[in-house]
């Protein structure tokens, strides 16, 4: 199978049966951005705006080399913005102002602090 | 982003004040959510407690139960949430529960080869090994080779089932109730069930074994 074939033909997020090394028995403790990352999910899951089904496909569709890249909440993140520009809940333009608004603050807090 | 990122996807120091790319992409987020009132300005804060309620200790009251009271076992082998939701747990999630008892002749283990799907409902959040390659790409496989690297060896006769997590169905393992227990109580039952044994590549503990950890 050539490359591009098998990237046609799995899935980024799909491991089942690949070979693979040994399992390192790692376990972190998560970030507090994480741990709200995950609530995010969670309280968009009660309120029936993205389900589980969704928040995978969403991963998938970042395409294999982010899927490979990203650490597991920063994919998380991403496609939850995605999914959420899709649904036309917010847009591109807002999240951009809004994350430079964001990290203006932090500076401000980081300079006078 | 830079090639530095990339090899470097992990979170900023702790202590250098300033928030990484993904973390300020959150907060942005959720700022944005909030003020177009998809969710309460407390949400996410409540969501953040009722997670912290949700870790393997709870999974393994739910186990000492269906050892000690052969009705709730009944109910919890039958439907998962339902027997859960009767506790007073409730799901995050649209998804089902199966739980997978454990038997002399069938050892089940839960793996998601897509993601990460797992019972947080009950277990908290998964270790960082369920969510990484080579036990999603290999529990499938080898399961016997698998489980032998958690130390736990499975009789040839005994048959090992795989269950594959998905977004609509999570699974618990209900394992076998250690021998030398008999006159446990359900506390005393609850400290043999660890987080491994209820994603099924250990076995519930041992009294001794309990004893020298």
């Known amino acids: 199978m050539t490359h591009t074939e098998e990237l ?19 376990e972190h ?6 741990k709200r990352c995950h609530a995010l999910a969670n309280v968009l899951d009660t309120h029936k705006i993205v389900n589980t089904e969704e928040k995978r496909r969403g991963i998938e569709a970042l395409g294999t080399e982010m899927v490979a890249s990203l650490t597991y909440y920063e994919r998380w993140i991403v496609a939850f913005a995605n999914i959420l520009f899709q649904k036309q809940i917010l847009t591109p333009e807002e999240l951009s102002k809004r ?3 964001v990290e203006a603050r932090y500076s401000a807090t980081a300079t006078t602090g | 982003m830079s090639s530095h990122e990339h090899e470097h996807p992990h979170l900023p120091e702790a202590g250098d004040g300033m928030p990484g790319y993904y973390e300020i992409m959150e907060t942005a987020v959720r700022e944005l959510l909030v003020e177009e009132k998809v969710f309460g300005p407390g949400e996410i804060r409540h969501m953040l407690e009722v997670m912290d309620t949700r870790t393997p200790a709870l999974g393994s009251k739910i186990v000492a139960r269906a050892w000690v009271d052969p009705a709730f076992r009944s109910r919890l082998l039958a439907n998962g949430r339902t027997a859960l939701e009767e506790l007073g747990i409730d799901f995050f999630e649209d998804t089902q529960l199966m739980v997978l008892e454990n038997t002399d002749t069938v050892h089940n283990v839960v793996v998601c080869t897509l993601c990460s799907c797992y ?29 032998a690297e958690f130390g736990t060896v499975i009789p040839d006769d005994v048959e090992i089932r795989v ?12 394992p ?11 506390e005393q039952l609850a400290a043999l069930v660890t987080r491994d044994a209820m994603i099924g590549v250990t076995k519930a503990l041992t009294p001794v074994e309990e004893q020298s950890r």
Not at chain 1, 29 to 34: G, I, M, R, S, T
Not at chain 2, 120 to 134: F, T
Not at chain 2, 163 to 174: G, K, N, P, Q
Request: net charge neutral.
């Open chain 2, 119 to 147: 019972p947080r409902e009950i277990l908290g959040l998964p270790p960082d090994w369920y969510k990484l390659k080579p036990y999603r790409a290999r529990t499938v496989k080898e399961p016997r080779v698998v489980l």
């Open chain 1, 8 to 26: 046609v033909r799995r899935l980024p997020t799909e491991m089942g049966g690949l070979e693979a090394g040994a399992i390192l028995r790692t």
């Open chain 1, 29 to 34: 403790e998560y970030a507090p951005w994480e």
């Open chain 2, 176 to 186: 076998q109730r250690p021998e030398g227990t008999e006159n446990f109580n359900e």
């Open chain 1, 99 to 101: 994350m430079s608004d």
């Open chain 2, 163 to 174: 269950s594959d997590s998905t977004a609509m169905i999570r699974f618990l393992v209900l």
